[in-house]
């Protein structure tokens, strides 16, 4: 059986080398420092749907470290789809001023965002990302065999930039001679793609491969996929750079031959770096390599605030059933400890999450198993 291991660090499964080999590839790239924190306040924000049922799991997780961390304290907080239905308001001011003046971390559970236009509503979790200026959703994806001695099939991180393209939601609709004509404006900036760029080089430079790949579409989009591109290749030029990155290969894909070869050969790709709208797409894309996207974590960070968030979404079609896998949470949970430099605490977690899924006897349905969410969220507790 093949199940995903995602979320191992930022970015290198260390699953299928020497332990004390990979350790070295475990850091995260920018650390938040935690000196003198006393007591770390985690803001957690389930939304809607499954986020109600997987985030305590995390919590759970987070709350069995015990003395590992400093003294945790929950801060619950409003968001979502359910809540404008209820209010009128997806993201309310109260959430956003408590996790900029309150909190040293958060938790985001899952939205349910419509396909039709509602009047008044926005994203909450894109929203989040700007306010906060989390500008990267971090991504690692990788497969695991039942065997530690097995190289994994697929290892690659996605690097996401989180706060541009078309996600601007910047959308216009007119009536034209041939009916309805609807734009939507796509912003791609220098400074947006530079700051992306150089997360992306940082984290291939401290993984094995030490391998880049830009994800583009500037055969048809020039401008603006063509600043996109131009400026993550230039960043080892920057300025005190001094050759840092000379380690590290560049390459570049398409888009659409991007997700072909993701299927047919996930093994090429190590860090991959993109534009909003095509990190998205290609994360889940990759997801569905490993099992589950109830596996696969991410965080969205920026330099002094960073937020985990599993990469499923709302599942209403399961909510309320008790049967939504919790790793992808407590994963996410992991990611984030490890950004704020609490690395022994997310080893344990981790840990506890891979035993888990590589005895296979405590899975949910979407695992092929027949297990509870909160069973699940208790067998790896007790394995922390």
């Not at 793609?193 to 150089?198: A, F, K, P």
């Not at 099992?291 to 979404?313: I, R």
């Amino acid at each position: 059986m093949v199940c995903s291991v995602a979320g191992a660090n930022y970015f290198s499964s260390r699953f299928f080398l020497n332990h004390r080999v990979y350790m070295a590839f475990r850091a995260p790239f920018r650390t938040v420092s935690t000196r003198a924190r006393q007591t770390l306040r985690i803001g957690l924000i389930p939304a809607d749907g499954i986020g109600h049922e997987v985030l305590p799991g995390a919590k759970a997780a987070i709350q069995a470290l015990g003395s590992s961390i400093p003294k945790t304290e929950f801060v619950d907080l409003l968001a979502g789809f359910e809540y404008f239905t209820r209010t009128g308001n997806a993201l309310p001011v109260e959430t956003v001023e408590a996790l900029q003046n309150d909190c040293s971390c958060a938790l985001f559970g899952a939205v349910s965002s419509p396909s039709r236009k509602v009047a008044g509503y926005s994203s909450p979790i894109v929203a989040l990302r700007k306010k906060l200026d989390l500008y990267a959703n971090i991504r690692p994806v990788a497969a695991v065999a039942s065997s530690r001695e097995d190289k994994p099939a697929v290892d690659l991180v996605v690097v996401r930039e989180n706060t541009e393209c078309l996600y601007v939601k910047d959308e216009t609709q007119t009536v034209g001679t041939h009916g309805k004509e609807a734009r939507a404006t796509r912003l791609i900036t220098e400074r947006a793609s530079r700051r992306i760029g150089e997360m992306a080089f940082e984290i291939a430079l401290n993984r094995p491969r030490k391998h880049l790949t830009i994800i583009h579409k500037s055969n048809v989009l020039s401008i603006t996929d063509g600043l996109f591109r131009e400026t993550v290749r230039a960043v080892p030029t920057l300025p005190g750079t001094d050759g840092k990155y000379d380690g590290v290969t560049v390459a570049e894909q398409l888009v659409d031959s991007a997700v072909y070869r993701l299927f047919r050969e996930p093994h090429i790709y190590d860090v991959m770096v993109a534009p909003n709208l095509y990190g998205d797409i290609i994360s889940d894309a990759a997801a569905a390599l490993v099992g589950s996207l109830g596996l696969v974590p991410s965080v969205n960070a920026g330099d002094t605030f960073v937020m985990g968030e599993p990469v499923h979404g709302s599942a209403p079609d399961i909510a309320g059933q008790n049967i939504a896998n919790p790793l992808a949470a407590i994963r996410s949970a992991a990611l984030m400890l490890r950004h704020l430099g609490y690395t022994d605490g997310a080893d344990r977690i981790e840990r506890a999450v891979d035993e888990v899924i590589r005895e296979g006897k405590c899975l949910t349905p979407d695992l092929g198993g027949k297990s509870k969410t909160t069973e699940v969220v208790e067998e790896v507790v007790k394995r922390i």
